[in-house]
């Protein structure tokens, strides 16, 4: 039995697992930033102690935000290019009360050589370790759309690079409350407006001047209240392709997940033209499984 935890900034989800086949799942609301004086050794005994209960024993594998600096217990970065060895080796064992011990899988960073900015991912490296097996061997990309959108070059079983884009933050930022918000409208990425919004990416004046296009459009009645937010989304999913795809050249691409921030980056890449290969499933388990192997022998 194996407990895999996605612990990440606003959500807490645990999977039981045995075989590699999921028994039960719980999800909750106790993200790091929601810990609100708690410490997550209570949390995670109340959430999951039934289960630490009926199998004593039971190994447990946390990665994402839990092993921040503001986490459970800092877990430092491994630097790219690194695999499932370099990843397993620097994860951090903690007290777990009932539970003995969990280990907190660390982040990667990648420094850019040409210009030294760093990059970092936290969470995101144990799916792709549950996706390297997919990768051929001349290598491939894979974007992992959310909040902070992630495009990874994978190579021979490991992480070679990737870069973030900020796409799913800026458009919950700029559209709640503002003059973008319109009837407050989700976003439809097979409307008429998102197409809208994705091409008014190639006009002049850049990212902040586009952005209040979708003020003057529904101004001007090509625009209904209720598309507002859909114009955004397609202008920044446009801007990500256009510096995602630029980096990627012909290399297969494969497009993770099955959010809206997915369907978005979906209908994005239709309108660019460009081949990819959707990919849906729990890879989160997938790489807890890879890295228990190492850790725990689970």
Same mark, same amino acid.
């Given at each position: 039995?194996?407990? +895999? ?17 999921? #028994? ?20 995670? @005994? ?6 630490? @209960? ?7 594998? +946390?990665?994402?935000? #839990? ?23 620097? +994860? ?15 982040? #990667? ?36 759309? =959310? ?39 989700? @976003?439809?990425? =097979? ?100 890295? @228990? ?6």
């Amino acid at each position: 039995m194996l407990l +895999a935890l996605d612990w990440g900034s606003t959500h807490l989800r645990a999977t039981l697992l045995r075989d590699g086949e999921t #028994v039960d799942a719980v999800r909750s609301a106790d993200g790091v930033r929601n810990l609100r004086g708690r410490r997550c050794e209570e949390i995670l @005994a109340e959430l999951c102690g039934a289960w630490a @209960a009926a199998h004593p024993g039971l190994a447990a594998v +946390a990665s994402g935000m #839990v092993g921040a600096r503001e986490g459970w217990r800092e877990a430092p970065y491994v630097s790219a290019p690194c695999g499932l060895s370099e990843i397993a080796a620097a +994860a951090v064992p903690v007290p777990a009360g009932i539970f003995g011990r969990v280990w907190i899988v660390p982040g #990667v960073q990648v420094q850019e050589t040409a210009d030294g900015t760093l990059d970092v991912i936290r969470g995101e490296e144990t799916e792709i370790l549950g996706l390297l097996d997919r990768i051929p061997p001349d290598g491939a990309v894979l974007c992992l759309p =959310g909040t902070h959108s992630k495009w990874a070059l994978c190579r021979d079983g490991r992480i070679v690079s990737f870069r973030t884009w900020l796409t799913g933050e800026a458009y919950e930022r700029l559209t709640v409350d503002s003059l973008l918000s319109g009837d407050g409208s989700p @976003a439809d990425p =097979g409307s008429e407006a998102f197409a809208l919004g994705f091409d008014a990416a190639g006009a002049e004046g850049g990212l902040l001047h586009q952005l209040f296009l979708a003020r003057t459009a529904m101004l001007g009645g090509r625009l209904r209240p209720d598309g507002v937010r859909g114009f955004v989304s397609g202008l920044l999913v446009a801007h990500e392709l256009r510096g995602a795809l630029g980096r990627i050249g012909d290399l297969p691409l494969f497009l993770v997940g099955d959010t809206p921030a997915a369907g978005a980056l979906a209908r994005g890449l239709q309108l660019s033209g460009r081949s990819f290969e959707r990919l849906r499933g729990d890879f989160h388990s997938r790489g807890i499984l890879a890295l @228990a192997g190492r850790l725990t022998g689970a």
